[in-house]
């Protein structure tokens, strides 16, 4: 019956254990305050002893009420005990401590109603019971009045008294549960600042995703395509197979350091720590290198890019995610067969203009699965709201693409 739940519930137990826990902390500090209050009314000792006593020891006593181990406790506890719902903790902040400190204060005043109910109504019930059957002196001062009630009346009385402690705890448990959440769980504005902070994480790591996806790729196409072409020069041209070898080795180092990077950045999101934050990062500046690479395999490759100074006046990220466009391009072109291709970079119109011509026919390029990485190109040029165009044109393949930058005057 749910009317006698709180005297059968396992719920009911383990919540007078949470209440017992603050009534012994309450009692802790009450005695403290009774015993200073009774140094304080002795003349014999001096008044600036106990103040200086009340200072030391109220510091200590008050500690607990903002600590975090104790709040972290509390809120165990509460899961435990309780069966609380109680959210994890967002980021410390001067808002969970002090909700924190709340809740410490709610847990003994609580504790203390529950000790009480405790310690007075069980004992008296329990005399009251035994009054019926042993009418010894011993009991009659305790009960008072009650000892005088008719047998009809005291014993449901008695059994009422020693019931009525379960259900004072079930009610402060409800109670304390209903006000777990508010307390020790984070505020509507904490929990919208981590959802933004592991929406800009899970962001920082699809970047990171698409960086090793890009690096990696371009790195096996280049070697791919070094060690056909040094396999066909073995026995007719060692000199060039030694050197499309050296080649695949460079392009080898450069994509294990670009995956070292990578992971680290991963890592140190994952304990907090920027142990890579001096990592190089390609840019435009590594374009030159870029099309290094595409000549080795065998590719014509010309570029076209301004100024130095001009670039160095380019916004990093704006710097790194046209290397990034140009990488792919790049690759995109080897992989699908290309043996010439232009570079072009132009800063102008408040940004950056980008251009990638080969001669892979739009045909060869739909047969080999175009598209896929075309899409991530204007998913990340268009974070930085930029645009990105692609298509046949002259009996081969172009990209376009813009990237707005506030350094760059229209």
Do not use: C, K
Not at 32 to 38: E, I, N, R, Y
Not at 335 to 360: F, K, P, Q, T
């Amino acid at each position: 019956m749910p009317l006698l739940a709180p005297l059968t519930s396992g719920s009911t137990l383990r919540a007078g254990v949470f209440l017992i826990v603050g009534g012994i902390l309450l009692s802790a500090y009450a005695l403290l305050a009774v015993g200073f209050a009774q140094m304080a009314a002795d003349p014999a000792v001096p008044i600036a002893a106990v103040a200086a006593l009340v200072a030391v020891t109220a510091a200590i006593a008050l500690a607990p009420v903002a600590l975090r181990p104790v709040h972290a406790m509390e809120r165990h506890a509460a899961r435990a005990l309780l069966d609380a719902d109680v959210p994890p903790e967002a980021a410390p902040s001067p808002g969970s401590r002090a909700r924190g400190a709340v809740w410490y204060l709610l847990h003994l005043a609580t504790g203390g109603i529950a000790t009480f109910a405790v310690l007075s109504a069980v004992p008296l019930g329990v005399a009251l019971l035994v009054w019926q059957v042993d009418r010894g002196e011993l009991l009659r001062a305790p009960l008072g009045a009650l000892a005088e009630l008719h047998p009809g009346l005291a014993v449901p009385l008695a059994l009422v008294l020693v019931a009525v402690p379960a259900y004072v705890v079930a009610g402060l448990r409800a109670l304390l549960r209903r006000a777990a959440r508010a307390l020790l769980g984070p505020s509507a504005a904490e929990r919208i600042a981590a959802l933004e902070a592991r929406q800009r994480s899970l962001a920082a790591r699809n970047r990171l995703a698409r960086e090793l996806h890009d690096t990696v790729g371009h790195a096996l196409t280049v070697t791919t395509l070094q060690a056909a072409a040094a396999a066909r020069a073995f026995d007719r041209d060692p000199a060039f197979a030694r050197a499309a070898l050296a080649a695949i080795e460079e392009t080898g180092r450069a994509a294990v350091a670009d995956l070292d990077r990578v992971l680290g950045l991963l890592r140190a999101g994952e304990d907090g720590q920027d142990r890579h934050g001096d990592a190089p990062v390609r840019t435009l500046a590594d374009v030159p290198a870029l099309l290094a690479e595409a000549r080795r395999a065998g590719v014509e490759a010309s570029l076209e890019l301004p100024e130095p100074a001009a670039l160095a006046a380019l916004a990093p990220v704006t710097s790194r995610e046209a290397f990034a466009v140009l990488r792919e391009a790049v690759t995109n072109a080897l992989r699908h067969g290309g043996r010439r291709l232009a570079v072009g970079v132009r800063v102008a119109d408040g940004g950056l203009e980008l251009g990638v011509d080969n001669d892979v026919a739009a045909g060869r390029w739909r047969r080999r699965g175009a598209g896929r990485g075309l899409a991530g190109l204007r998913e990340r040029v268009g974070l930085l709201g930029g645009t990105v165009t692609s298509g046949p044109a002259d009996g081969g393949w172009r990209l376009r693409a813009y990237l707005p930058d506030e350094g760059v005057a229209r």
